[in-house]
């Protein structure tokens, strides 16, 4: 029984980051790498629009509410910590951290969800 939840939870959580992809594309972003793998960690979505580099974590739950609460402390600091590595990697100093929240089908996009500590 866990492998098949497990296997749904993952499904879904692909479902979610391809709808924030779509989404994002229309919203005038540029998709750089999707579930991008550097030596930190996965970043979910790293998107670029006009200058700035955004790092997108993609949360799918029943409601919003605990979609947000869901990226927890030590999620930010992995993913400020992959924000310095995509500094070097692409020389910008330009990044910040959204959140993208989906519950069914609605979107929510938090921009600016934290900042670095």
Known sequence: MPKNNS???YK???FAEILTCIYLIFKGYRIIKWRYKIPIGE???LTKKKEV???VEVKY???NESAMYSI???QQKRLINSAKWIMREYKTEKIRFDAVLI???NIK???NAWQEM
């Open 109 to 111: 996009h938090i921009k």
């Open 61 to 63: 739950r029943k409601n």
């Open 43 to 45: 970043i979910d979505i």
């Open 72 to 74: 927890s402390n030590n």
């Open 7 to 9: 296997n749904r939870n």
């Open 103 to 105: 519950s069914g089908f």
């Open 12 to 14: 879904i959580g692909l």
């Open 53 to 55: 580099f955004v790092i």
